[in-house]
């Protein structure tokens, strides 16, 4: 069984370009979380979703970013005219069905963005 | 809104010393995870704790949740070298919420 599989792992782009991150979550997951880590940060939520659902998108920043999970094919978080605030880890988090009490999140390897 | 804090930002110590980070809440919790990060890794789970006072281990490790929910802590006796990462907790707020704060974690440098 696969883990959470993330592409591209580095992606750069020039300022105002676009960035599309990919995300792949476990077999039988169907809840995926992503996630921006600066470089000596904690990790800051930015979106929830499920199966062609946007569950939370509390922590995305309005402008610019938007998120997917359509019912075929990987998530996708993308993000419009990027400038060097962009610059980060992200982390894409899967799940399986969620319970009553809490469950574990399966992290990727990350997509390390970085904007020239 | 919900802030989880821990303490100590970063940490070194001699291998074999012990380590302890702590997280604390401003709101009470329904449960808290502890997570791994290697340098250039991913964050990888560690365990999970739901009850009022619940302490766990795992090896040299040890977990403990607060008897009011709103703290948690990871012990580490006797360090290695393989310890070496940041250390996150993440808490969840209500049992229905699907979101966990995570904290800003704690780097653990660990001297041979």
């Known amino acids: 069984n696969a883990g959470v599989m993330q592409n591209p792992r580095h992606l750069v782009r020039r300022r105002g370009q676009e960035a599309r991150l990919r995300c792949s979550p476990m077999?039988?997951?169907?809840?995926v979380y992503w996630y921006r880590q600066l470089p000596e940060e904690g990790l800051k939520f930015m979106v929830y979703l499920q199966k062609e659902n946007i569950i939370d998108e509390s922590g995305m920043p309005k402008e610019r970013f938007s998120a997917e999970f359509p019912k075929e094919g990987p998530s996708i978080l993308r993000i419009q005219q990027v400038v060097r605030g962009d610059s980060a880890a992200y982390f894409c988090?899967?799940?399986?069905?969620?319970?009553?009490?809490?469950?574990?999140?399966?992290f990727g390897p990350g997509t390390r963005l970085t904007v020239t | 809104g919900q802030q989880v804090m821990q303490i100590p930002q970063y940490q070194h110590v001699q291998e074999g010393e012990d380590f302890t980070t702590y997280c604390n809440s401003s709101t009470t919790l329904s449960n808290i995870q502890w997570y791994k990060q290697r340098p250039g890794g991913h964050p990888v789970f560690l365990i999970q704790l739901v009850k009022s006072g619940e302490v766990k281990k795992q090896k040299r490790l040890t977990f403990q949740f607060g008897e009011a929910k709103k703290n948690s802590s990871l012990h580490i006796t006797a360090t290695q070298t393989t310890d070496v990462g940041t250390y996150f907790c993440?808490?969840?707020?209500?049992?229905?919420?699907?979101?966990?704060?995570f904290g800003p974690g704690t780097r653990l440098s660990v001297l041979p």
């Open positions: 077999k039988g997951h169907s809840h």
């Open positions: 988090a899967s799940s399986p069905l969620a319970v009553r009490v809490g469950y574990e999140q399966y």
């Open positions: 993440a808490g969840r707020v209500g049992n229905y919420g699907q979101n966990f704060v």
